[in-house]
Nanobody, 119 residues
């Protein structure tokens, strides 16, 4: 079955960095666009970053532009989110999602990883 497993979350001070990873199995990874979402306490889930199936195009929510970078390694079935200059408002559970490039109704979620930015 399809599994998406996030890792790399944790506690970091403001201004620090973290790199999240999302390892996929059970699917042909290169056929899926990948997305990172986050849900902060008391807030709606927010789409943070997207990357196309071969990494040719990326998009970011305005609040993370210039600080976060999404990338992928199709040989490792893994998508990454490099997060720099972290702020307390980046505190959230971060989730990855795989969306089939053609059949967009075919999508899978990871279980999430907690990121806490605090001094």
């Amino acid at each position: 079955q399809v599994q998406l497993v996030e890792s790399g979350g944790g506690l970091v001070q403001p201004g620090g960095s973290l790199r999240l990873s999302c390892a996929a199995s059970g699917l042909i990874f290169s056929r899926y666009a990948m997305r990172w979402y986050r849900r902060a306490p008391g807030k709606e889930r927010e789409l943070v970053a997207t990357i196309t199936s071969y990494g040719g195009s990326t998009n970011y929510v305005d609040s993370v532009k210039g600080r976060f970078t999404i990338s992928r390694d199709n040989s490792k079935n893994t998508v990454y989110l490099q997060m720099n200059s972290l702020k307390p408002e980046d505190t959230a559970v971060y989730y990855c999602k795989a969306v089939h490039s053609v059949m967009i109704q075919e999508a899978y979620w990871g279980q999430g990883t907690q990121v806490t930015v605090s001094s």
